[in-house]
Each structure stands twice: as C-alpha cells, then as structure tokens.
C-alpha cells in the first residue's frame, strides 16, 4: 500500500525559506517520478516540480523556476522541495505526489499524501 508522510511546513515570511520532506513506502520508490503539488482552498492540485526516479531530470513551474529545488534520496525512500524566496502566493498545502512512470513527458499522479501547510506571510 502506497504511503507518502509530508514534513517541514509551517509559517515563513516573505523571502523566507523552508524545506519539505516526504516519506514513501509500501512501493519501489526508485522505480517512480516524484512530484509535489500544491493546493489552495477551492481549487485543485497544481503541480509545482517533478523529478524522475533516478534523479537525472527534474522540472518546475513557471513561477517557481529559480527559487524552488526538488531533489531525492533513493537509499532512505525520501523526496524534498527546498523553497527559498517564499512569496505570499506560494501559501498552499503542498502534497507528496507518485507518479505511475519512471521518466514521464508529462506528471501526472496515482497517489498522493495528506500534505503539509505552507503559510508565507509577515
């Protein structure tokens, strides 16, 4: 059974930065692309950045091109969202996401975990 644990939100002042965790299992975690998505109140999950399974690509929005850094760790089954220069408009609850594929042109997501509140505000 696939589980996804997000860590490491909270609150942040604008040009802040946090770092989020993710916590997979129940699946071979090296075999499958990683995202994070975020949510606002109302509207539904807009992907933020992808990573492929062996690290060898990763990709982002527009508007977090630059500030934003998606990485992973096979070895602990461990996915992070490093966000710097936090604006008012990154609040959101930011998901854990799996991907059915390892390379994907485009990601999309199977799974998704209960995810971890974002507040940027001063």
């Known amino acids: 059974q696939v589980k996804l644990v997000e860590s490491g939100g909270g609150l942040a002042q604008p040009g802040g930065s946090l770092r989020l965790s993710c916590a997979a299992s129940?699946?071979?975690?090296?075999?499958?692309?990683m995202s994070w998505a975020r949510q606002v109140p109302g509207k539904g999950l807009q992907w933020v950045a992808g990573?492929?399974?062996?690290?060898?690509?990763?990709y982002y929005r527009d508007s977090v091109k630059g500030r934003f850094t998606i990485s992973r760790d096979n070895a602990k089954n461990m996915v992070y969202l490093q966000m710097d220069r936090l604006t008012p408009e990154d609040t959101a609850l930011y998901h854990c996401?799996?991907?059915?594929?390892?390379?994907?042109?485009?990601?999309?997501?199977?799974?998704w975990g209960p995810g971890t509140q974002v507040t940027v505000s001063s």
């Open positions: 129940g699946f071979m975690f090296s075999d499958f692309a």
């Open positions: 996401t799996k991907d059915n594929r390892a390379t994907p042109q485009v990601f999309e997501y199977d799974s």
């Open positions: 990573i492929y399974s062996d690290s060898s690509d990763t």
